[in-house]
């Protein structure tokens, strides 16, 4: 039998492009994406999706069932909007891979009443869909962007590295980010410019799950969003130059309601432990 759930993974990880992110879309570890891929792969007898590098290539019974799973999904979807979902309506929400270890639960927390579908990308690519109509809210780095938007407040950025890790002697500070445009990546490599470490990119990736991998892996320092809890396999490096906090914005498409767009806003304020408007510090 096919499960509902192992095919909305499947589908997550062609549309994200990679099981990482599409276990933080879908608010699920990556294990847990991996073990709904394997399941379908028992059920079928043959491989679905192969790793390459840090992206994942589906093998031609792959590309087949990922055609099934698109209408399997759109049914089961259809027939529950009919059956218990028909006065729960839809928002799409586009965030950077930067800010959605934060946003992804505040958005959810936010709109009870909505079916929630989520976009990770990057900031011009969210401000294109905006702009298009294609997503209702967006919210990513506002020196990434000139769109305006409404402040809903500012993400800590923290330098990390592998555990033990030492910058090679004579060589400069090897750097690992993201690839350009980056605010992150050019804040990190000016930081360390104006602490005379002669600082270098030693890899750039298109997501930040491939910067943790190097990083993890030994080649460099890398500037990233502060989360909850540190990523395993890496430590914080306090002993680097501060990098002040990246400012975020939320932007609103066209004729969307206002009422979804405060709730949101106020929510990841909340997240981000910006005071709301009338609250007294305690």
């Given at each position: ?40 792969e028992k059920v079928i007898g043959r491989p679905l999706v192969e790793r390459q590098g840090r992206g994942a290539v589906f093998t031609p019974d792959g590309q087949a069932l990922l ?216």
């Amino acid at each position: 039998m096919l499960d509902i759930v192992a095919l909305r993974s499947l589908v997550a990880v062609a549309d994200c492009g990679g099981f990482h992110r599409a276990a933080t879309t879908l608010l699920v570890s990556q294990s847990a994406v991996s073990q709904h891929v394997r399941r379908l792969e028992k059920v079928i007898g043959r491989p679905l999706v192969e790793r390459q590098g840090r992206g994942a290539v589906f093998t031609p019974d792959g590309q087949a069932l990922l055609g099934e799973a698109r209408r399997i999904l759109g049914a089961h979807d259809d027939a529950l909007r009919r059956l218990v979902g028909a006065d729960r309506p839809t928002v799409t929400v586009g965030t950077t891979e930067h800010a959605a270890d934060l946003i992804l639960p505040a958005v959810t927390a936010a709109l009870p009443g909505h079916q929630v579908r989520f976009r990770i990308d990057r900031t011009r690519r969210l401000d294109d869909a905006v702009d298009r109509g294609m997503i209702d809210l967006a919210v990513h780095l506002a020196e990434a962007s000139n769109a305006t938007g409404v402040p809903v407040g500012s993400l800590p950025l923290r330098w990390y590295a592998a555990p033990g890790w030492q910058p090679p002697a004579g060589r400069g500070w090897p750097v690992v980010a993201i690839e350009e445009p980056c605010v992150l990546r050019r804040r990190a490599l000016a930081a360390l410019a104006a602490r005379g470490l002669d600082p270098y990119v030693v890899c750039d990736s298109g997501y930040a799950a491939g910067v943790l991998d190097a990083v993890r892996s030994g080649l460099g320092v890398a500037l990233m969003a502060e989360t909850a809890s540190t990523p395993d396999g890496v430590v914080a490096r306090p002993d680097l130059p501060p990098v002040k906090s990246a400012e975020l914005l939320l932007r609103a498409r066209n004729g969307s309601d206002p009422r979804v767009a405060d709730a949101v806003a106020a929510e990841i304020r909340s997240a981000l432990g910006v005071q709301q408007p009338g609250q007294l510090v305690a």
